[in-house]
């Protein structure tokens, strides 16, 4: 059975920096491409950004620069690094597999809660 | 960069039948494949439809999906509505999500 669990998620002030992993079974982590997408607190779904399977790596417009996408084969496990946070990047982050057209988003794992407040 | 736009809200009785609409900004609804998720209150999404029409292995057939470039948008129909399916759902196509339809079976 496939599946992802994401972990680091938690209260963090402004200007501060938070490691998220997501940790994966049943299903190569080096081998996909993976994602980041996030879900603000009563709102709908945003991407963040994705790594391919060669290991190009993309974000959305509002994390670039200060997010990081990476991935750890030995430990089949998926990182995004997140510097200088922002209260609008308040949001359940849920690492997802995607399809090689970057079509389907799936599976999902149960999302960590990243809450930027001072 | 597009956007996709889905009603707010919708609401059917168990039994009928309802449609979900995701309407594409810019560039045409056949560019990229468009995928619809449902989600539960306090769940992950979970895909109910890809590559326009294609359901997941064990989702029911009475989700059914479409696309139409008069319209430059896609279409999430679901019939003999159950209160089960009551939840919120998300078009995708690419990188983009619609804003969400929450749908309320009476």
């Known amino acids: 059975e496939v599946q992802l669990v994401e972990s680091g998620g938690g209260l963090i002030q402004p200007g501060g920096s938070l490691r998220l992993s997501c940790a994966a079974s049943?299903?190569?982590?080096?081998?996909?491409?993976m994602s980041w997408v996030r879900q603000a607190p009563g709102k709908g779904l945003e991407w963040v950004s994705v790594?391919?399977?060669?290991?190009?790596?993309y974000y959305a417009d509002s994390v670039w620069g200060r997010f990081t996408i990476s991935r750890d084969g030995s430990k089949n496990t998926m990182y995004l690094q997140m510097n200088s946070l922002r209260v609008e990047d308040t949001a359940v982050y849920y690492c997802?597999?995607?399809?090689?057209?970057?079509?389907?988003?799936?599976?999902w794992g149960q999302g960590t809660l990243v809450t930027v407040s001072s | 960069n597009f956007m996709l736009t889905q009603p707010h809200s919708v609401s059917e009785s168990p039994g009928k039948t309802v449609t979900i609409s995701c309407t594409r900004s810019?560039?045409?609804?056949?560019?990229?494949?468009v995928q619809w998720y449902q989600q539960r209150p306090g769940r992950a999404p979970t895909a109910v439809m890809y590559?326009?029409?294609?359901?997941p292995s064990g989702v029911p057939d009475r989700f059914s999906g479409s696309i139409d470039s008069s319209s430059n948008s896609a279409s999430l129909t679901i019939s003999g509505l159950k209160t089960e399916d009551e939840a919120d759902y998300y078009c995708?196509?690419?990188?983009?999500f619609g804003g969400g339809t929450k749908l309320t079976v009476l």
């Open positions: 997802v597999g995607v399809d090689y057209g970057e079509n389907l988003f799936d599976p």
């Open positions: 049943g299903f190569t982590v080096s081998s996909e491409y």
């Open positions: 790594i391919y399977r060669g290991g190009n790596k």
């Open positions: 810019s560039g045409s609804i056949a560019n990229n494949f």
């Open positions: 590559e326009d029409n294609q359901r």
């Open positions: 995708q196509s690419y990188r983009v």
